[in-house]
C-alpha cells in the first residue's frame, strides 16, 4: 500500500478493465476475471457474445486521499521501490523533443539497480517502432521495457483466446497493425481507410465484414465518417463483436507547442453512434500493470508510477496500489492538481524526473 498514516487507496472504475484484484467489482457490471490469473478458481475470459456486451460504469468513487507531497527527499522514493514506470508523452519527451535532463536521470536510477518500464497511452507506434525512438533521442530502452497501448489490445485478444477466423477491424494507426499482426490475429482497416469516403445517394446501404469479431480503435490522425460508420455496423450488427479502446486520452502531444486532440475523441464518436462501453485496455486499466507485473515478476507495492496525468497515470498506479509521482512537465499544472475539486492526488510532485538529480544534489 502507500505510504502516509492518512492515506489510502482511491477506488476508480470508469470504463476499466482490471482492478489490482483479480476480478473487477462494479455495480453494472458482469464480472469478468483478469486473463492473467489462470488457475483452478479464475477462469481466463473466452470471446464470446456475453463479454461483448458487458458495460463499463462511467462513475468514480473516492476515498480521502491526503494533499499530494512536493518530493523533497528523492532518494528516500528511490530506496522504497524496485521498479520505475515512466509515462512517456510529457514525461520522456513532447512531439519528437526529449525534456531535459532524461538521459542523466535514467542512467542514474539504472546505477541504483532500478528497472525501468516504460509505458504509453500512444498507440500510433509498436514497441519495436517506438524503440526506434526512444534510439533517435539518444536514449537506450530495449522493446522489453516498452508497453504501448497498441500492444495491449493485441495482447488482449490473445489473452481471452480471441478465434482465428474472426477479424479485427481498426480505427487507428501503423501500430495497432503490427501489433496484430505479430499476434497473428486477422485484421482490416487502419491508414488504408483514411482516403475512404461514402457517396450518400438515395437507397445506399454500406455493407460491412461479417467476421469482424471486435473493433479496436485508437488515436488516429486519418479519422473520417466511413470509419465510424464501418466501426459502428460491426459492433451494432456482429453478434458478440466486441468493442476496445487503447484509451480515452482527453488530449495528446503531437508537438510541445500545444495539446491537440486526442485518443479519447475517436473512442467517443464511436461510442455516441453505438452507445456501447468499449472495454479499455490502456491507463487507467490496470491490464498493462498486471502483464507486466506477471512477466517481470514484480511486487506492485515496490513500483512507483510517474506520470503527467492524474486521470490515467496516477490512477493507473493508484489502482494498481503502487506508489505515484506526478511530474508537471506535460498536461497537468499546480494549479489543476490544488485544486479543490480535485480528487486525485499522487503520493508526491515535482517539475520533471530530472529533479531526481537536482534535488539530490542541493540536499547534499
Known amino acids: 500500500m502507500l505510504s502516509g498514516s492518512c492515506r489510502v487507496a482511491a477506488v476508480y472504475s470508469t470504463t476499466t478493465l482490471f482492478s489490482n484484484s483479480k476480478q473487477l467489482l ?4 458482469t464480472y469478468i476475471s483478469n486473463p492473467l490469473y489462470n488457475n483452478n478458481s479464475f477462469r481466463s475470459i473466452t470471446w464470446n457474445s456475453r463479454n461483448s456486451r458487458m458495460e463499463n460504469s462511467r462513475s468514480s468513487r473516492f476515498v ?9 527527499n528523492p ?5 522504497s521501490v524496485e521498479t520505475f514506470i515512466f509515462d512517456c508523452d510529457g514525461v520522456i519527451w513532447k512531439g519528437d523533443k526529449l525534456i531535459d535532463g532524461v538521459p542523466e536521470t535514467l542512467d542514474f536510477l539504472r546505477s541504483k539497480g532500478k528497472r525501468l518500464v516504460f509505458v504509453t497511452n500512444n498507440s500510433t507506434k509498436s514497441r519495436k517502432q517506438y524503440g526506434k525512438k526512444f534510439e533517435t533521442l539518444g536514449l537506450t530502452v530495449s522493446e522489453e521495457e516498452i508497453f504501448a497501448s497498441s500492444f495491449a489490445a493485441a495482447a488482449y485478444l490473445k489473452s481471452i483466446d480471441f478465434p482465428k477466423d474472426k477479424k479485427v477491424y481498426v480505427i487507428g494507426e501503423d501500430g495497432i497493425l ?3 499482426e505479430l499476434a497473428g490475429i486477422q485484421y482490416l482497416g487502419g491508414p488504408q481507410d483514411g482516403g475512404k469516403k461514402i457517396e450518400l445517394t438515395p437507397g445506399f446501404m454500406m455493407e460491412h465484414d461479417n ?6 480503435v485508437g488515436f488516429d490522425r486519418y479519422f473520417n465518417y466511413y470509419k465510424v460508420q464501418y466501426a459502428t455496423l460491426c459492433i451494432r450488427e456482429n453478434p458478440g463483436c466486441l468493442f476496445i479502446a487503447t484509451n480515452r486520452d482527453a488530449v495528446t502531444h503531437l508537438t510541445d507547442a500545444q495539446e491537440w486532440a486526442g485518443g479519447g475523441s475517436m473512442v467517443g464518436a464511436v461510442w455516441g453512434s453505438t452507445k456501447r462501453e ?4 490502456g491507463k487507467p486499466s490496470t491490464f498493462m500493470m498486471d502483464y507486466l507485473s506477471n512477466k517481470f515478476g514484480i511486487l506492485k507495492s515496490q513500483i512507483c508510477m510517474v506520470g503527467d496525468r492524474l486521470d490515467t497515470d496516477i490512477l493507473f498506479g493508484q489502482n494498481g496500489g503502487c506508489k505515484t509521482l506526478l511530474v508537471l512537465s506535460g498536461v497537468t499544472t499546480l494549479p489543476v ?3 479543490p475539486k480535485n480528487s486525485v492526488q499522487p503520493d508526491f510532485y515535482t517539475n520533471k524526473i530530472s529533479d531526481f538529480l537536482s534535488l539530490k544534489a542541493a540536499s547534499v
Not at 64 to 72: D, E, G, T
Not at 211 to 216: P, Q, S, T, W, Y
Open 64 to 72: 480521502a486521499r491526503a494533499s499530494a507531497q512536493p518530493l523533497k
Open 178 to 180: 503490427k501489433e496484430l
Open 211 to 216: 467476421d469482424v469479431g471486435a473493433v479496436v
Open 75 to 79: 532518494d528516500q522514493l528511490i530506496d
Open 26 to 29: 462494479c455495480k453494472n457490471c
Open 337 to 339: 492538481l490544488q485544486d
Open 278 to 281: 468499449p472495454l479499455v485496455v
